[in-house]
């Protein structure tokens, strides 16, 4: 199985895209990418501007090559309704059911993105709790679980592909995991590989303490009883400068564990890029910098 991470927060955008190849099926998990409105009460940099619309090329190019398309929830950073909508043509499309267990806003979002896409696919599934099979290759998915600690942010659906006995998961935006349901779906399936999107802990005052504890906690118990090979821990959590030192028991269990604890960056072997968490520094250091903006920014 190929696991290519392809646009990341710690790669310099809001995304969790990634695409995965068995010897069955080429699978891209949600195709979409955006950057934060305001940081810092600072617009997005024309250095992020540039690494979105070079990591949405990336993103178009590889769902043309794939044959499943999987929207886990409809945010912004997970799908973009709104432009290359041609990547969903003739293709097998799994997403979050857009009527159950979801809250207005992606609702709405839902409701548009199947209108914008109507008659494109060859196959749309509500994949909630579901598996399927292609070939040899097994995908399962978990029930809705929270994005985040309650229900305010909807729902999401986390996506468990399996190949001749090796397993990755994907966990959309759990936000930690900080809830029994989020982490459970990952002990009971005991993945090889899992790329996690980590705890909110730049907003720790909406997130909770005792969120980062419970997710801290939980990433422990995944190390612990799953047959890991990396932990890749990413996205809402690489807006966090601290990132490393706030989970650092983690790092410590995962290395007498032999398990590698790593962004999605390192894992295709490139250098962190945290160009959100480090705007204020891009705003001092290229003050001047300009760049053609060719897509609307989108938030979560």
């Keep these: 199985m190929k696991v290519l991470p392809v646009s990341f927060d710690s790669l310099g955008t809001r995304s969790m895209a990634t695409f995965v ?28 501007i540039k690494k979105m619309e070079n990591d949405w090329k990336k993103i178009v190019d590889l769902a043309k090559k794939s044959d499943i398309l999987i929207v886990t929830h409809y945010h912004y950073d997970h799908h973009n309704p709104f432009e290359n909508l041609e990547i969903y043509k003739n293709k097998i499309v799994l997403i979050k059911h857009p009527t159950e267990k979801i809250n207005l806003s992606q609702k709405n979002r839902a409701a548009y993105f199947l209108e914008q896409i109507k008659n494109l696919p060859k196959q749309l599934e509500y994949a909630d709790g579901r598996e399927f099979k292609f070939g ?13 600690t309650n229900s305010r942010l909807g729902f999401v659906i986390e996506v468990l592909i399996e190949e001749k006995k090796y397993k990755f998961i994907h966990t959309s935006d759990v936000e930690g995991p900080s809830q029994e349901d989020q982490t459970q779906f990952i002990l009971k399936n005991r993945p090889n590989l899992v790329i996690l999107d980590g705890p909110l802990s730049y907003m720790i005052y909406r997130f909770g303490v005792k969120a980062l504890e419970n997710s801290i906690q939980n990433m422990i118990k995944i190390v612990e009883n799953c047959p890991l090979e990396a ?10 400068l601290k990132w490393r030192e706030k989970i650092a028991t983690v790092f410590e269990v995962a290395n007498r564990k032999k398990v590698k604890v790593l962004t999605a960056a390192e894992f295709v072997g490139k250098e962190i890029e945290m160009l959100e968490a480090k705007r204020k520094e891009l705003y001092q250091k290229y003050p001047e910098m300009k760049v053609e903006i060719r897509k609307k920014f989108f938030e979560e």
């Design 136 to 148: 040899k290759t097994r995908i399962k998915f978990s029930g809705p679980v929270f994005h985040g």
């Design 231 to 240: 932990l890749i821990i990413d996205h809402h959590f690489l807006r966090d």
């Design 21 to 48: 190849e068995t010897d069955d099926v080429k699978f891209f998990i949600d195709p979409g990418v955006s950057l934060a409105p305001t940081r810092y009460g600072l617009p997005p940099h024309p250095l992020e």
